[in-house]
């Protein structure tokens, strides 16, 4: 774990929101969709299944937790959950709220638009609103 | 569980290759992708976390049994794991195969191109390559 470090594309694409036990919490800077990104901090692992089975127990449990409280602050329609990487190697976990009327619905949000990033203001209002996830 | 019925649309899209503990075994009817849906046998149960904690872990646990094996059978570059569901309500869990010079790549297949059904051919073949899965 001390040798896990965020990958680039990452770091340039999202804000670092805090961490969980095995994850750390990231927000896209695309203002078009609530969309938070769950990364292991485990080093060269691409797959879900490359992760230990406690790994993997803690993962789930955390990815329920975030989408739970997502569901409840943002009153989603929907949480879409995904574990894609075909560009970032890294394993991740994308956790995007979606609604009924978002500018992408029915269609997954990935690969659809260019990211639309927050004001200042916007994120400050974001922030507050996601006091309750508790992150370390 | 008895009271539990496979949404209509994933009947009319896939075939149920069996079961695990926990879900349904779905080939997704497109020959484009080696795709694959897990549909755990619980009725009412649209997002991970409605799931009982017992339940997520044997859902992940069968996840990653399954990619793991798909990985391994058709030597794939990257497997796309989700739950999106903004069509179809029942909670189902994608297992997408991808290649490098897949016809999508690297962007996901949801949404992307209508689906292209397997020959009778076809599907007698890739049956074959999916007995190491072990299904019930």
Same mark, same amino acid.
């Given at each position: 774990m001390s040798d896990f470090q965020l990958h680039s594309q990452l770091q340039k694409d999202c804000f670092v929101l805090g961490k969980f036990e095995l994850c750390q919490v990231l927000l896209m800077n695309d203002s078009q969709f609530p969309w938070f990104i769950l990364v292991p901090? %485990?080093?060269? $692992? %691409? #797959? $879900?299944? #490359?992760?230990t089975d406690a790994e993997q127990i803690m993962l789930i449990r955390e990815s329920s937790y975030l989408a739970k409280k997502l569901a409840e602050i943002f009153n989603a329609d929907k949480l879409n959950v995904a574990a894609i990487g +075909?560009?970032?190697?890294q394993l991740h976990l994308h956790h995007v709220v979606r609604y #009924? +009327?978002?500018?992408?619905w029915a269609t997954p949000v990935w690969g659809k638009f260019a990211a639309v990033p927050y004001t200042e203001q916007q994120r400050i209002v974001l922030l507050d609103r996601l006091k309750s996830l508790d992150l370390l």
């Open positions: 901090q %485990r080093k060269d $692992i %691409r #797959e $879900i299944y #490359e992760l +075909n560009i970032v190697p #009924e +009327n978002d500018k992408a």
